[in-house]
């Protein structure tokens, strides 16, 4: 089988392995449907250090399940499922909380040596707890848009339960990328009255407005805190989407926020400590968020999927196959395309 592997920054490619197998009794092989690249997949992407093995990438897909363990029960072979981003085995107390990112047993596919998704063939640990089977066929319209449930649709969710969001409500939205553009549609979802989108690509701000976006600041830093300010009356927003992890974004949330407001930081951190010290405890700001329990919220946003209410999909806006992948992360990192689907 191939799959898709990084060895240093810029350096991505498709390799051969042995197909997977069964290891552990918990297990389950699932053939990759669709796959995508990340925007997190960018940040090794431009500072990997050179590795000989590389790292096996890919953390979102939807699959078919060709085979599993003894002791896998809630999916069989030939379902369609979803695969999360993070392995979680559905039974420790912070799966049972609904934060199956924090799980006892958790994993991230496409890190830290687990085998990744932008692949023909992958193995899927804990497959009871992790893997999440829909009723739709692999060829079904939906699929772009399922495949958002395996992170950035989830994510841009997480966002903005982190960040309180409720109807009426003022929200930002920092990040242009597929998260933030997802973040878009969550905070439309749960009732936000006004939706500033903080970025600068006119592909992205066009589908941003068409998912619900009100106003556009292209401005950043200071200059993006006044315009947001402007925007809302003088105050800020009560909700900050934080989508990006750069130190400038997530001081630029924490400064847009208005007094007892609250950032929802979903963008992998690229720094230490957390920007924002003063501002946020003088306006009594909460910061909150990190990996999003996406297996958690495919019950609550699959019905919205299913029933065409809402069409995360839409951030794909090119489709490669398995030798198109090195090419992806190219258009990717050059903002040439929005997010880049794999079909293997
Ligand atoms: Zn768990």
Excluded at 47 to 70: L, Y
């Amino acid at each position: 089988m191939r799959a898709t592997v990084m060895h240093s920054a810029g350096d991505v490619r498709i390799e051969d392995f042995r197909d997977p197998s069964i290891v552990e009794p918990t297990d389950a092989i699932m053939r990759v449907v669709r796959a995508c690249v990340c925007g997190s997949d960018l940040w090794p992407y431009n500072s990997m250090e050179p590795s000989e093995a590389g790292q096996s990438m890919g953390h979102e897909a939807i699959g078919v399940v060709e085979d599993v363990g003894v002791e896998v029960g809630s999916v069989k072979r030939g379902d369609l499922v979803i695969m999360p981003f993070a392995i979680s085995d559905g039974t420790c107390e912070f799966c049972h909380d609904g934060l199956q990112t924090a799980c006892v047993h958790v994993g991230f596919f496409g890190n830290n040596g687990m085998n990744g998704a932008q692949a023909e063939v992958l193995r899927i640990p804990y497959a009871d707890g992790t893997l999440y089977p829909v009723a739709v066929g692999e060829d079904d319209a939906l699929l772009p848009s399922l495949l958002t449930l395996s992170d950035v649709m989830g994510t841009g969710h997480h966002a903005a339960v982190a960040a309180k969001v409720a109807p009426g409500n003022r929200v930002a939205v920092v990040g242009d990328g597929a998260v933030g553009l997802c973040g878009v549609i969550a905070a439309k979802r749960l009732g936000a009255e006004q939706i500033i989108i903080l970025g600068r690509h006119p592909d992205r701000i066009a589908l941003a407005h068409e998912f619900g976006a009100t106003d556009v600041v292209s401005e950043r830093g200071a200059e993006a805190v006044e315009r947001v300010k402007e925007l809302t009356g003088g105050h800020g927003v009560h909700s900050v989407l934080e989508c990006v992890g750069l130190d400038q974004a997530v001081q630029t949330a924490i400064e847009i926020a208005r007094p007892g407001g609250a950032v929802g930081r979903v963008g992998v951190p690229q720094h230490q400590a957390i920007p924002g010290a003063e501002p946020s405890f003088f306006g009594n700001t909460t910061v909150g968020g990190g990996p999003a329990p996406v297996r958690a919220y495919i019950e609550e946003l699959l019905p919205d999927v299913l029933e065409g209410r809402i069409e995360p999909g839409r951030v794909f806006d090119r489709t490669v196959d398995l030798d198109g992948v090195p090419d992806g992360y190219r258009a990717m990192n050059d903002r040439e395309s929005i997010k880049v689907m794999v079909k293997p």
